[in-house]
T-cell receptor, first 111, second 114 residues
Framework: GDSVTQMEGPVTLSEEAFLTINCTYT??????LFWYVQYPGEGLQLLLK?????DKGSNKGFEATYRKETTSFHLEKGSVQVSDSAVYFC??????????FGKGTRLSVIA | DSGVTQTPKHLITATGQRVTLRCSPR?????VYWYQQSLDQGLQFLIQ???????AKGNILERFSAQQFPDLHSELNLSSLELGDSALYFC?????????????FGDGTRLSIL
């Protein structure tokens, strides 16, 4: 079945550092790919999405590009802030099926 | 605000008891999904309903059941509770138009079994 593998955390960065969180997937068809973020004590929020190969999703300075050839959807941000500290989940979805999530990566940004 | 409402936010109960978690989807969304988030298992899909009918089942225990009502709200019933059922339970909803649409999550219900 479909699956998502993302880098294990925790990841600790200093403010203004560059962030990359790796995500690769396995799917039988042509999924859409998503990054969700979970801030402490809150639910999951959609951060960005991409629905087809070579699409780039972006939001709040975060970006991820749908790479079909490498089956990847790595999350990047050029300059992280303390307020970006959260758990980040990579996920995929085919059609109207439930989301398949990676295990999540905890990011801590220190001032 | 995702538009998905879950109640209650917190629930504390004892082993062997039964609880009901409630979810109101975003206006117009026909699909409702339930997920369980625990420290050791991560985010696990439990069950999906679409316009009142069960659409997909994931890792849902037989002690758990759910339903979606005509007004599209959904309830997740957990019975014969065990310590290991302590977790965050999320509801998500998505629209019917277009495939591969994102799901929108509520803030979750934190269930603590004592």
């Amino acid at each position: 079945g479909d699956s998502v593998t993302q880098m294990e955390g925790p990841v600790t960065l200093s403010e203004e550092a560059f962030l990359t969180i790796n995500c690769t997937y396995t799917a039988t068809g042509y999924p859409s790919l998503f990054w969700y973020v979970q801030y402490p004590g809150e639910g999951l929020q959609l951060l960005l999405k991409a629905t087809k190969a070579d699409d780039k999703g972006s939001n709040k300075g975060f970006e991820a590009t749908y790479r079909k050839e490498t089956t990847s959807f790595h999350l990047e941000k050029g300059s992280v802030q303390v307020s970006d500290s959260a758990v980040y989940f990579c996920a995929l979805r085919e059609g109207n099926t439930p989301l398949v999530f990676g295990k999540g990566t905890r990011l801590s940004v220190i001032a | 605000d995702s538009g998905v409402t879950q109640t209650p936010k917190h629930l504390i109960t004892a082993t062997g008891q039964r609880v009901t978690l409630r979810c109101s989807p975003r206006s117009g969304d026909l699909s409702v999904y339930w997920y369980q988030q625990s420290l050791d298992q991560g985010l696990q899909f439990l069950i999906q309903y679409y316009n009142g009918e069960e659409r997909a089942k994931g890792n849902i225990l037989e002690r758990f059941s759910a339903q979606q009502f005509p007004d599209l709200h959904s309830e997740l019933n957990l019975s014969s509770l065990e310590l290991g059922d302590s977790a965050l339970y999320f509801c998500a909803s998505s629209g019917s138009s277009g495939v591969n649409q994102p799901q929108h999550f509520g803030d979750g219900t934190r269930l603590s079994i004592l």
